[in-house]
């Protein structure tokens, strides 16, 4: 190939051999120049001319173009005959050249294109250099009038203290910027010194490449200011500038391609330039669409005080976030996890090991901001669902965003492979018109796409991942604050459980939509491509292949919305089953005792057979849908080659392997469709249920009024207040009281059971919906409700509650709450574990416990509710003389009693009736009164009388039901009569417990992990349990025979079809497709007999783990059940049981149907080229010890 050149006073006649070999035609005249550069066909090839793609350049000196109609006039006669010969033009005037130059007469020049981008290259200057010189006149005028020594210094000074942190990101911005900016420099330089002119004349391509060079200056010191700047999100104007970079390199690169189409594959130093600038522009663009910097503001200042309790913790236990600190590379090959998995391959992972997550991933801070985000949309638009849906929305799309560029981009770059099959079959087959470099250009295409797919696809799996976690972390985090906030009639609609079903069931559905909302682009992306595969390779045959897919992925939608309502029914079974057997867990004393543990027995086996049902239901469903999946390969790919064979459109070996590989990458979009539908309809209603219960009343913000500590007196204040639980009812709750409270005040208040004692602590504390008066409060409150709250852990964390240990103050508190001798009893004192539900200690114990909680931290203002009731009267007059009246003379108390002889030392008794405080006035003035006070005194004495006298006969019963007594919950409830006889029976049941606890002072054992990797013991006892083991064989070899049947069908393919469509066929037409079908049916019912041996397997070895489980559960004694907390049992008989019914047979099967797909991989390799072993087993020998450390590790974890 080579240029040529005619003058339009040329006389001598040029061989048409020459024009149709030339690369380049040039006409040049007195006027101007009309440049053809053009894609010759082959020199044998009988095709003409008029057939092969032109791309025309028309220029005149001085930058006035030259048009269409005068170009004839310009061409000399005989290059006129020349190029009819050559088929570039006719009589008709519908030439090829007429063509271009009446429908592309500017747009697809480049000269219109560097105008273009001149033009705007000029906006850019002139709005930075006008943005820059408005912020510096702003600056001054500023700095004028606030200008004094002493605001110059505190700047100076803050700003020497606020020290920054230049992220990865930042760092890379600025390299990024450098290199396009000596990108440009460098063309200028080469066409300077090569004196080569680019498609365009030469003045307007300096002019635009000094352009270039003169804005990626100023963006570059734009860059660098922010540093001084410490901006933490780029400019708007920068942002816009990259992007439209992207543009103009993609555009750029579209006519490298073009160029590079004519010059027969020629690469260029411009084309290298322009294709190295995308990919620095791809990069920006990503970091102009996030908008941050990376700049990251440091105070170097101290703000906590040195002794602050959470000075320091975080390093001593918690390592730097490892992810916040990764490089670029790092990010994008995850190697920021390799010191984690090398500390996980020396020894077992603990907490300290694991590393905090990033900063920007914290819960407190996503829930902050997605409380502002909600906050702003209800100013906006008002509370609602679609409001909620809209801060959603909001929360995630700018990250949501950057998932979908690489989601695209892995759809795009998986159909790079079948698209090249094609060609890379035609240069083996010994078609090498251009020599061994197109090899090389196809193996490094098929490379960079695999690169490029693989890169994508972790990195938005990664992305979606983390964009869920971020968004499961606020709705948690929004979803508990609202149940804290929730009034009462909410409350009621609400249920503890249902609150919780929101936070783990709803939560995630929620976030898998996250999951598959990329699917929502990529499915119809996925279809177009393999339509567009299928037709450059079998033309019209294309659309029986697409008819086939969509049939297919028609005939799943049923199968999904069957398989929904199976485990709809699963999932209705196992909750019966799990209540079941929670019931039994909790009541294991009582069934022991009682010999009733083998009918319970029965009874989870009932259970469990029901649920075993329709577990078998839904696994054969699963077997027939992994059928269709396996299948559908085959399936589609006969439909469409008969439609070919029937149509007489040609095959050859490379359009059916092209064709084959298609198929195969059909399989994702045609069963994610169906799962995208469903995850989407659970998502909505999940969503429906959040925002319904987001939308929930809370507690009225007026209910009470806080006041300074200075500005009053009294402690607690109410006027004329009326409250009650339900807002609309005629006869409220509390009414009609009027109260004040002085700083340091003992005040009782008493009543008869249900005359609103607890209620009046509840307005109070603004529990209670207030419908009438006010309610004032100076200072902090401690509450002490009637039922223990005590928390999983040791006494001493439950009297700390997250405060620092002060020693002294803690010991006066454990005496003044009478817990000294209780703390003897155990062998490591306040450190002993308190079991599950305090099954180790007494009722009066765990109330002592919440007492001291509640002094420890020290608030003005204590609320009692009946603390007393769950004590002894020795116990509780110790509590009341060094507690209420010793360690806490000072602070104002209000505490409900039954008990008379703690009235006396009251500043104020409050006598409660039907909601009203009907007396109130010290202890010797409402005797006096003799209205209804005496008569509660004198009831609670002759009660009193009562109890002591009948302690001795209750001790015997006590004695002779004590297993029974431990077992009851009923003892820790308040009894007005029984308070002293509870205390002694639940001390003295709980005595023999508290003999479990070990030397450490734990009663509770932590459960047992395994280090390393799974031993093969286990595997083995998992694939021996049903038959022996017998089964499993059979179901290798069925996925082997497939395997072969698949192997095989390609090689009769390939060997079948003839290399080109010039060559004969090596048999007939029937005989081919007869053969293909025989082997895809042998394939599909070797898949059908695999997935239904692995499903049948896969139950009946989880029914027999549960039958060895539940028996040994049963049977275990009760040192396991004291030991043991009933959640651990839970997770095995729930969770562990679910992996074992539905996952675990199909996981292990996929782990070896992976290992023969890749043995049959290798051997197919291994017979063209026997050297891939070389590759194959140090590749291998990595992979095996990588995913040993990585199991290693998953397992310490888990």
Not at 31 to 56: D, K
Not at 645 to 662: D, E, H, Q, R, Y
Not at 800 to 807: A, S
Not at 843 to 863: F, H, N, T, W
Request: hydrophobic share 45%; with cysteine.
């Amino acid at each position: 190939m080579k240029n040529t050149v005619f003058s339009t006073g040329a006389s001598a006649t040029v061989p048409l051999c020459s024009l149709l070999h030339a690369k380049a035609v040039t006409i040049r005249g007195s006027v101007g120049s009309l440049h053809l550069q053009y894609i010759a066909t082959s020199p044998s090839s009988p095709s003409p001319l008029s057939r092969t793609r032109i791309g025309l350049t028309l220029a005149m000196e001085g930058g006035r173009s030259l048009h269409y109609s005068s170009v004839l006039a310009r061409i000399p006669r005989r290059v006129q005959e020349m190029f009819l010969h050559a088929g570039l033009l006719d009589d008709s005037s519908g030439s090829i050249i007429l063509q271009y130059l009446r429908k592309w007469p500017e747009i697809y020049s480049p000269c219109f294109w560097t105008s273009t981008f001149a033009l705007i290259q000029l906006v850019f200057i002139t709005s930075i250099v006008a943005q820059f010189m408005f912020k510096r006149i702003r600056w001054c005028k500023q700095r004028l009038k606030t200008a004094t020594p002493e605001s110059n210094k505190h700047s100076y000074q803050e700003q020497k203290h606020a020290d920054i942190k230049l992220g990865v990101s930042y760092q890379a911005s600025k390299v990024c910027c450098l290199l396009i900016l000596a990108s440009h420099v460098l063309r200028i330089l080469f066409f300077q010194l090569q004196r080569r002119i680019s498609d365009c004349k030469y003045p307007p391509f300096v002019l635009g490449e000094g352009l270039q060079v003169l804005s990626w200056i100023i963006l570059s010191l734009a860059v660098f200011s922010l540093q001084k700047t410490k901006s933490a999100k780029h400019p708007l104007t920068i942002r816009a500038w990259w992007i439209f970079n992207f543009l103009q390199s993609i555009i750029s690169v579209v006519f490298d391609l073009r160029s590079i189409s004519s010059d027969h594959g020629y690469i260029g130093f411009t084309e290298l330039i322009d294709l190295f600038t995308l990919v620095i522009c791809t990069y920006l663009s990503v970091i102009s669409a996030r908008g941050k910097t990376g700049i990251t503001l440091i105070n170097s200042s101290i703000t906590e005080p040195l002794l602050s309790p959470a000075a320091g913790q975080q390093t001593e236990t918690k390592r730097a976030c490892m992810y916040g600190r990764a490089s670029f590379l790092d990010l994008v090959t995850f190697s920021w996890m390799s010191p984690l998995f090398a500390i996980g391959y020396k020894k077992p992972l603990d907490k300290n090991d694991v590393p905090d997550i990033d900063g920007r991933d914290y819960a407190d801070l996503l829930s902050g901001s997605f409380g502002r985000i909600i906050a702003d949309v209800e100013s906006r638009h008002g509370l609602s669902t679609l409001s909620i849906y809209r801060a959603m929305f909001i929360f995630i799309r700018r990250r949501a965003a950057i998932n979908a560029v690489f989601a695209i981009l892995c759809a795009c770059a998986s159909y790079v492979g079948p698209s090249l099959i094609n060609d890379l079959v035609k240069f083996l087959g010994g078609e090498r018109k251009y020599g061994l470099k197109k090899g090389y250009v196809l193996a490094a295409a098929f490379l960079s796409a695999k690169v490029v797919e693989t890169v994508a696809q972790r990195q938005w799996i990664f992305g979606a991942r983390r964009l869920g976690m971020r968004l499961r972390a606020a709705l948690i985090s929004h979803i508990y604050q609202k149940g804290l906030r929730l009034s009462c009639s909410s409350r009621q609609k609400h249920t503890s459980g249902e609150i919780i079903n929101y936070m783990s069931v709803d939560i995630q559905r929620i976030t898998d939509v996250i999951w598959y909302t990329n699917y929502i682009w990529m499915l119809p992306i996925q279809l177009s491509l393999a339509v567009y595969v299928l037709h450059q390779n079998l033309g019209a045959g294309a659309w029986a292949g697409l008819a086939a897919t969509l049939a297919i992925m028609t005939c799943n939608i049923p199968l999904t919305r069957l398989q929904k309502r199976l485990q709809s029914k699963i999932m209705a079974a196992k909750d019966n089953r799990m209540k079941a057997t929670t019931e039994v867990l909790r009541s294991m004393k009582i069934l022991k005792l009682q010999a009733w543990d083998t009918k319970y027995l029965e009874r989870l086996e009932d259970l469990r057979r029901e649920e075993h049902n329709w577990l078998w239901k839904s696994v054969r469903l699963t077997a027939l849908t992994t059928f269709i999946f396996w299948g559908s390969p085959a399936f589609i790919s006969s439909i469409t080659f008969g439609t070919c064979i029937l149509m007489g459109i040609p095959l050859t070996a490379g359009t059916v392997l092209s064709a084959l590989a298609t198929f195969r990458m059909l399989q994702d979009p045609i069963f994610t469709l169906p799962d995208l539908l469903s995850v989407f309809a659970q998502g909505k209603v999940s969503a429906d249920r959040v925002a319904q219960y987001l939308q929930e009343e809370e507690l009225k913000c007026d209910a009470i009024t806080e006041v300074p500590r200075n500005a009053t007196d009294y402690a607690v204040e109410i006027d004329h207040g009326a409250f009650s639980w339900e807002l609309e009812t005629a006869s409220p709750t509390i009414t009609d009281v009027d109260l004040k409270v002085k700083r340091g005040m003992k005040v009782a208040i008493c009543g008869m059971v249900g005359s609103g004692k607890s209620s009046l602590l509840s307005c109070i504390l603004g529990e209670m919906p207030k419908l009438a008066g006010t309610v004032r409060v100076s200072g902090s409150k401690a509450y002490v409700p009637q039922t223990a709250w005590i928390l999983s852990g040791n006494i001493r964390d439950n009297i700390l509650f997250g405060n620092p240990y002060d020693k002294e103050k803690y010991e006066k508190i454990i005496q003044s709450c009478a817990l000294t001798k209780d703390l003897e009893l155990f062998a490591n004192g306040d450190l002993t574990e308190i079991g599950e539900r305090g099954i180790n200690m007494s009722g009066g114990q765990k109330q002592r416990i919440q007492i001291a909680r509640s002094v420890y931290e020290d608030a003005d203002i204590y609320l009692f509710d009946d603390p007393f009731s769950a004590v002894d009267a020795h116990t509780g007059g110790q509590l009341f003389k060094d507690c209420l009246m010793g360690i806490l003379k000072d602070k104002t108390i209000l505490y409900v009693t039954h008990q008379v002889e703690f009235l006396p030392a009251a500043d104020l008794i409050l006598v409660m009736q039907d909601g009203k405080i009907v007396q109130k006035g010290k202890f010797d003035d409402l005797l006096q009164q003799n209205i209804g006070f005496e008569a509660i005194v004198g009831a609670h004495s002759q009660a009193l009388e009562s109890v002591i006298n009948a302690e001795s006969s209750s001790r015997v019963l006590s004695t002779d039901n004590q297993n029974l007594a431990d077992s009851e919950d009923e003892f820790e409830k308040e009894n007005d009569t029984d308070d002293q006889l509870q205390g002694i029976v639940k001390q003295e049941s709980a005595h023999d417990v508290s003999q479990d606890i070990n030397e450490k002072g734990r009663l509770t054992q932590d459960e047992e992990r395994e280090k390393g990797g799974i031993g093969k013991k286990v595997y083995w006892a998992y694939l021996t349990a049903v038959h022996g083991g017998a089964l499993a064989p059979v179901i290798v070899a069925s996925q082997s025979f497939f395997q072969i049947f698949q192997v095989a069908s390609n090689y009769w393919m390939a060997w079948a079809c003839p290399p080109t469509s010039a060559t004969t066929p090596r048999v007939g037409l029937g005989l081919l497709f007869f053969v293909y079908i025989a082997l895809s049916i042998g394939s599909a019912l070797c898949v059908l007999s695999r997935s239904m041996l692995v499903s049948l397997v896969g139950l009946l070895t989880a029914e027999k783990f549960f039958k060895n489980m539940l028996h040994c559960i049963l049977r275990a004694p009760m040192s396991f059940f004291d030991s043991t907390p009933t959640g651990r049992i839970l997770n095995r008989v729930s969770n562990d049981q679910s992996v074992l019914d539905l996952e675990m047979a199909n996981k292990l099967g996929w782990c070896a149907f992976s290992v023969i797909q890749i043995l049959g991989t290798i051997g197919v390799m291994s017979q063209v080229a026997w050297p891939v072993f070389a590759i194959f087993i140090p590749v291998t020998a990595i992979c095996y010890v990588f995913q040993d450390a990585v199991s290693a590790n998953f397992l310490a974890d888990k």
